[in-house]
């Protein structure tokens, strides 16, 4: 699986919206871009995932340059519930092969 | 819907004691996952199972085993622990080839100390 390189960390103002960059510049044609978040010590909670358009779902916006050489996750109105870890992650979907997790961007939301 | 269950959510263990974790899942996921957390790093694969009756090596397998004995269990058990093995484990799993987003469904964690 590709690596991947995100920020350690990043604010938001609650209320705007939150960009997370993650660059994956090994991508191969078949890997898929997933991200991920945990918040405090629970279990990670999967966010949205796409291969090469950009994907929306009611928790936020992936957005995947043309080259496929970087991705960034939007969080379009951030609340401090968004305050957690941020998991970049790509990966060939089979369906049955664990995620590799890196160490991802704490991402914390300021009132 | 219950998901993924862990037990126990807690447990301080005396080093060189066994400890069998527990992970039940209800959404009949054949793949099932353990990973370890330790504070300041990301998850690590302990080891998978691709469906009931085989298991595979993760990243970091050493002194930990497990068993697949049906679809919806997947325990953990460390032998004889010690302090190295002080972590939180989180269970996971996911859903089959051709059923799959790659979405991988958590627990909500136990964490051991080993004293």
């Known amino acids: 699986d590709a690596k991947t390189t995100q920020p350690p960390s990043m604010d938001c103002a609650e209320g705007r919206a939150a960009n997370l960059p993650c660059n994956h510049s090994?991508?191969?044609?078949?890997?898929?871009v997933y991200w991920y978040r945990q918040i405090h010590s629970q279990g990670p909670q999967y966010i949205i995932h796409?291969?090469?358009n950009n994907e929306t779902n009611e928790m936020a916006s992936l957005i995947i340059t043309e080259d496929r050489k970087s991705s960034t996750l939007i969080l379009p109105h951030a609340t401090l519930r968004d305050t957690a870890v941020y998991y970049c992650i790509v990966r060939v979907d089979t369906g049955r092969r664990a995620l590799t997790f890196g160490s991802g961007t704490r991402l914390q939301v300021q009132p | 819907t219950a998901g993924i269950t862990q037990a126990p959510t807690s447990q301080i263990l005396a080093a060189g004691r066994s400890m069998t974790l527990r992970c039940t899942q209800d959404m009949r996921h054949n793949a099932m996952y353990w990973y370890r957390q330790d504070l300041g790093l990301g998850l690590r694969l302990i080891h998978y199972s691709n469906t009931a009756g085989t298991t595979g090596k993760g990243e970091v397998p050493d002194g930990y085993s497990v068993s697949r004995a049906n679809t919806d269990d997947f325990p953990l058990t460390l032998a004889s622990a010690v302090p190295s093995q002080t972590s939180v484990y989180f269970c996971?799993?996911?859903?089959?080839?051709?059923?799959?987003?790659?979405?991988?469904?958590f627990g909500e964690g136990s964490r051991l100390t080993v004293l």
């Open positions: 090994t991508i191969s044609g078949n890997e898929y």
């Open positions: 796409g291969l090469k």
């Open positions: 996971a799993s996911s859903p089959e080839l051709g059923r799959s987003t790659g979405e991988l469904f």
